[in-house]
C-alpha cells in the first residue's frame, strides 16, 4: 500500500484527518475541520487533502465514525452523513467505529496522555473506553495473541443510569417534558450537560437560561451550573461501572470525548469514582478496577493508524 496513508475521526460537530507517513508511524498534518462546512464525508476528505495534505492521494485509509459501521458503509448517528467509505475514493479504505478507534489506542498511550481517576494501575486483562461529546461511545479491547482487538459498540444508548432521588426527579422532569425515553447519550454528552442542567432548573423550580455545555462548564461559580456537573460526574460513575462490569473491564476503564478533558479537576474531585464503586455485591471487583481520564489531544487518530498498521503489516509497503 503506497505511502502516505489517511486516518480520520469523523464525529457529530468535527472531524479530523491525519496522514501516516511510514509504517508503525504517528499521525502528522492533522488538522480538524467542522463537519457544518462541508456536504458529506468525501467532500470533507477533499478538502482536507486540498488544503492541509498538499493534495496528496493516500494509498490507504482507515475512517472512524461516530456512528454504527456495516461493511463498507456508514451513517453518523448525529449529523447527516451517510454512505458508503468506497466514495471516497481511495484503495484500501476501511471503516471503524470512532470508540473501536480508541480503544485500539490505549496500548499507544501513556505518560501525559493519561490522568488516575483512581484504583490501580491499569493491565493487561480486558479494557473499556467510553467517553461523552456530541454523543457517548462505549468501545472494548480485548487482549490477544498477538497484539488486541479492538471491539466496537453502541453502550451510550442503554437506558439512562439513575442511581438517587434528584437522578430520578431530573429524569422525571424530562419526560414531563416529552422525553419519553431517557437513554444514557440524552444526559452524558455535551448537549446532555444542556439537559441536565435545564432539568435540574425543573426540580428546583427556578427559571434558568438555557446554557451550551461549554457555557455549563465556563461557568462553575454558578450554583446551578456546579450542581449540574456534579450529577453529570456522578451519573457518569454509574454508568461507567455498568460497562466495567458487563465487559469484564478488569484491565480498567478508560474516559474519553471531548467533554471531560476541560474539566479534570471537577472529574477527579467528584462522585465519579464512588459511583463507580458502588454495588451492592461486586464493590470489591470494581474498587480493583483503574478508571482513567484520557487527555491526548487526538487518540482516536492514534487508534486509526495503529490499527491501519496492524491490517497492513503482511502486506508489501512502497
Not at 498534518?29 to 478538502?47: M, N, Q, R, T, W
Amino acid at each position: 500500500m503506497s505511502l502516505p496513508w489517511l486516518v480520520a475521526d469523523i464525529g457529530g460537530t468535527n472531524a479530523r484527518f491525519g496522514l501516516v507517513t511510514e509504517p508503525g508511524g504517528q499521525p502528522q498534518a492533522v488538522a480538524v475541520l467542522a463537519g457544518a462546512d462541508h456536504d458529506g464525508l468525501p467532500e470533507a476528505v477533499a478538502a482536507y487533502l486540498a488544503d492541509h495534505a498538499g493534495g496528496v492521494q493516500p494509498g490507504a485509509a482507515c475512517i472512524a465514525i461516530a456512528g454504527p459501521v456495516e461493511g463498507d458503509r456508514y451513517r453518523l448517528t448525529n449529523a447527516g452523513w451517510a454512505g458508503s467509505v468506497r466514495d471516497l475514493g481511495i484503495p484500501n479504505a476501511e471503516l471503524l467505529n470512532d470508540f473501536e478507534a480508541l480503544a485500539a489506542s490505549l496500548p499507544h498511550l501513556a505518560g501525559d496522555d493519561l490522568v488516575s481517576l483512581g484504583g490501580p494501575e491499569p493491565s493487561r486483562g480486558v479494557k473499556a473506553v467510553l467517553g461523552p461529546g456530541t454523543g457517548l461511545g462505549v468501545g472494548g479491547l480485548v487482549p490477544a495473541v498477538e497484539g488486541w482487538v479492538p471491539i466496537p459498540g453502541e453502550g451510550g444508548h442503554v437506558t439512562v443510569p439513575v442511581l438517587d432521588e434528584r437522578d430520578h426527579a431530573i429524569v422525571q422532569a424530562l419526560r414531563a417534558e416529552g422525553l419519553e425515553h431517557v437513554v444514557a447519550e440524552h444526559l452524558l454528552s455535551g448537549p446532555g450537560l444542556t439537559r441536565l442542567h435545564h432539568g435540574l432548573a425543573l426540580v428546583h423550580g427556578v427559571d434558568a437560561p438555557r446554557l451550551s455545555a461549554s457555557d455549563i462548564v465556563a461557568r462553575l461559580d454558578d450554583s446551578l451550573c456546579a450542581e449540574t456537573v456534579e450529577v453529570f460526574c456522578g451519573m457518569l460513575g454509574t454508568f461507567a461501572g455498568n460497562v466495567a462490569l458487563t465487559l469484564g473491564a478488569r484491565g480498567g476503564i478508560y474516559l474519553g470525548g471531548g467533554v471531560l478533558p476541560r474539566i479534570v479537576d471537577r472529574v477527579r474531585s467528584s462522585d465519579f469514582r464512588r459511583r463507580f464503586e458502588a454495588t451492592p455485591t461486586l464493590n470489591d471487583y470494581l474498587s480493583a478496577i483503574a478508571t482513567t481520564l484520557i487527555v491526548a489531544p487526538q487518540p482516536a487518530l492514534v487508534g486509526a493508524a495503529a490499527w491501519l498498521n496492524q491490517r497492513l503489516s503482511n502486506m508489501e509497503y512502497v
